[in-house]
């Protein structure tokens, strides 16, 4: 059974710039989140997405953002990046509420 | 607000040295509890997960943790350390309800061991 699977691994963009993130759950997993991932903040929960519907955001500002499509993939967004935005973005998915959640290997994002 | 503390931020054993790292939630009810290894550079794996029912906990590489509602904790522990199990620990809270899927993590425990 194939794991989850984030796409790129690596990022290097420019502030300003904006930059979008993929991720493809367990197949039949419906519940997608995303996680930030700092040195100095530590992780910290975006977002999830359950059947096309945001359920949750974190305490992150507008220039985040996300869908899930409706073979459960989701994308996330970040526009006008700047350089506390660099971060490992981590991605799991989960059958159900609570159900303990599979992370991916995540993206590093580099601003510069 | 839930939240979750693991006091120790790094922890050195020798190889074959039982291990027990420390993590404390604040929840308002019964929470689901994890704990997640991440290796450099990689993303989280599983180790265990508490639900209800017995509060010990059996997981996988040999770890268990208890819960104990008493103490709002959730120690993961491990009767022999390998050099293997140098990695990053991280306990982590979710919400027993329909809100949805959100973990609030601690700020990890860096586990090194000394051969």
């Known amino acids: 059974k194939a794991g989850v699977t984030q796409t790129p691994r690596y990022l290097i963009k420019t502030r300003g710039q904006q930059v979008t993130l993929s991720c493809s759950p367990i197949s039949g997993h419906r519940s997608v989140s995303w996680y930030q991932q700092t040195p100095g903040q530590g992780l910290q929960f975006l977002f999830e997405?359950?059947?096309?519907?945001?359920?949750n955001k974190g305490n992150f500002p507008g220039r985040f953002s996300g869908r899930q499509f409706s073979n459960s993939r989701s994308e996330m967004n970040v526009s006008t990046l700047e350089l506390g935005d660099s971060a490992l973005y981590l991605c799991?998915?989960?059958?159900?509420?609570?159900?303990?959640?599979?992370f991916g290997s995540g993206t590093r994002l580099t601003v510069v | 607000a839930q939240s979750v503390t693991q006091p120790d931020i790094h922890i050195t054993v020798s190889e074959g040295a039982s291990l027990e790292l420390r993590c404390n939630y604040s929840y308002g009810a019964t929470p689901y509890l994890f704990w997640y290894v991440q290796s450099p550079g990689q993303g989280l794996q599983l180790l265990l997960k508490?639900?209800?029912?017995?509060?010990l906990v059996q997981g996988i590489k040999g770890f268990e943790a208890e819960f104990k509602r008493s103490q709002s904790s959730f120690n993961l522990r491990k009767p022999s350390v390998h050099w293997s199990d140098a990695a990053e620990y991280f306990c982590?809270?979710?919400?027993?309800?329909?809100?949805?899927?959100?973990?609030?993590f601690g700020g990890g425990t860096r586990l090194m061991v000394k051969p």
């Open positions: 997405y359950f059947s096309e519907t945001q359920r």
């Open positions: 508490y639900f209800s029912g017995d509060t």
């Open positions: 982590a809270v979710g919400a027993q309800d329909n809100a949805g899927n959100m973990l609030t």
């Open positions: 799991a998915s989960s059958p159900r509420t609570g159900f303990g959640y599979t």
